[in-house]
């Protein structure tokens, strides 16, 4: 049972464009998200997260937002550089944080 | 360097040999966690300690898995009588009471 979903296994953009990641999970309980980028050869890196109390997040370029009703959330790269072409894992835990579930990543490639 | 570091980073091993993986977390961190990650799919919670506490096992880890965090610092993850269905990254996360972990950069484990 895939708790947190990635639709959209690849993604390109051009650079200086937006980037626009989806994430949808299907567990209520869920109420911290996170999201995570990973560069091959080399383990996930914390990128930005949101409590459920927010709908958003920001820092510098990147932003979350978080639709509870439609159990739905967004990462948002504006400016997109080429340096962020990565696979990009939404996750997420329930109060308590012990367990995060990930979703199937999604890769971005950024067109110079 | 006073990251995550896992070893060893690759490791090949016939069937029915037993292998084990060493973690050694961000020192100030009470919270470690394994997670095992196969091509395209995003990392799956394996186990979870605080300190030297095994706090939860995700029923993934069966019985030939084992998992040791003595002294509530470094971690060891033992796959006894390998399978050709182990071969995955294995990685390692570290925590200070918050949801958002540092991760190694993986043990890649083949059973041939």
């Known amino acids: 049972d895939q708790q947190v979903k990635q639709n959209s296994p690849s993604l390109s953009v051009q650079e200086g464009r937006i980037s626009i990641l989806n994430c949808d999970y299907t567990?209520?309980?869920?109420?911290?998200f996170l999201w995570y980028k990973k560069y091959p050869a080399e383990g996930p890196t914390f990128l930005i997260s949101?409590?459920?109390?927010?709908d958003k997040n920001e820092d510098g370029r990147f932003t979350v937002f978080l639709n509870k009703s439609a159990k739905h959330l967004s990462l948002h790269i504006v400016p997109s550089q080429p340096g962020d072409s990565a696979v990009y894992f939404c996750?997420?835990?329930?109060?308590?944080?012990?367990?995060?579930?990930f979703g199937t990543g999604t890769k971005l490639q950024v067109i110079p | 360097d006073t990251g995550v570091s896992q070893d060893p980073r690759h490791k090949i091993t016939k069937r029915g040999q037993n292998v084990t993986f060493r973690c050694d977390p961000i020192?100030?961190?009470?919270?470690l966690y394994w997670y095992r990650q196969t091509l395209g799919q995003g990392p799956e919670f394996l186990t979870y300690?605080?300190?030297?506490?095994?706090?939860?096992k995700s029923r993934l880890l069966s019985d030939r898995f084992s998992a040791e965090r003595p002294k509530g610092s470094f971690s060891t993850l033992e796959i006894q009588r390998t399978e050709q269905g182990d071969s995955a990254m294995y990685l390692c996360?570290?925590?200070?009471?918050?949801?958002?972990?540092?991760f190694g950069q993986g043990t890649r484990l083949t059973v041939v």
């Open positions: 996360a570290s925590s200070l009471a918050k949801p958002e972990a540092f």
């Open positions: 020192s100030e961190h009470n919270r």
């Open positions: 567990n209520s309980m869920f109420d911290y």
């Open positions: 300690f605080q300190n030297e506490a095994q706090l939860e």
């Open positions: 996750a997420a835990s329930t109060g308590g944080y012990q367990k995060v579930t």
């Open positions: 949101i409590s459920s109390i927010k």
